[in-house]
């Protein structure tokens, strides 16, 4: 059951992106609001061009203008441009300290902001 509300705010954040709201990219944004609400990590994954970057900073939109003071904070990078340890992070084998990746620093960082506003 979609939450009708939110329905709405979806609605008017993919027109306000330039976007078509068909049924299917409106449910598919809802349905990652379900997840995200009973999930710590989701990875949304698909083909180039199946609209994934479009679903996540839609709903994020959405939920900004459902409630403006819970706008959601957003840290977007491209695991791809990386090598695996500077991503995740590695230890050093000479010294056995751990050096943290760019994945880590971010979730570090937004964890240690003190607001209860969604952090993506």
């Given at each position: 059951m979609v939450d009708k509300n939110l329905a709405r705010f979806v609605t008017k954040a993919t027109e306000d992106s330039g976007l078509w709201p068909d049924v299917e990219f409106t449910l598919k944004v809802a349905q990652l609001d379900e997840l995200l609400a009973i999930r710590h990590c989701v990875f949304v994954m698909g083909l180039a061009?199946?609209?994934k970057s479009s679903c996540w900073k839609t709903?994020?939109?959405a939920l900004g203008n459902k409630e403006p003071?819970?706008?959601v904070c957003?840290?977007?990078l491209n695991p791809k441009v990386l090598p695996t340890e500077?991503?995740?992070g590695h230890i050093a084998l000479q010294t056995?300290?751990?050096k943290d990746g760019l994945?880590?620093?971010i979730m570090r960082a937004l964890g240690q902001i003190k607001d209860t506003k969604p952090k993506w």
């Open positions: 061009g199946a609209g709903l994020a939109q003071q819970q706008k957003v840290a977007n500077d991503l995740y056995r300290e751990w994945l880590s620093s």
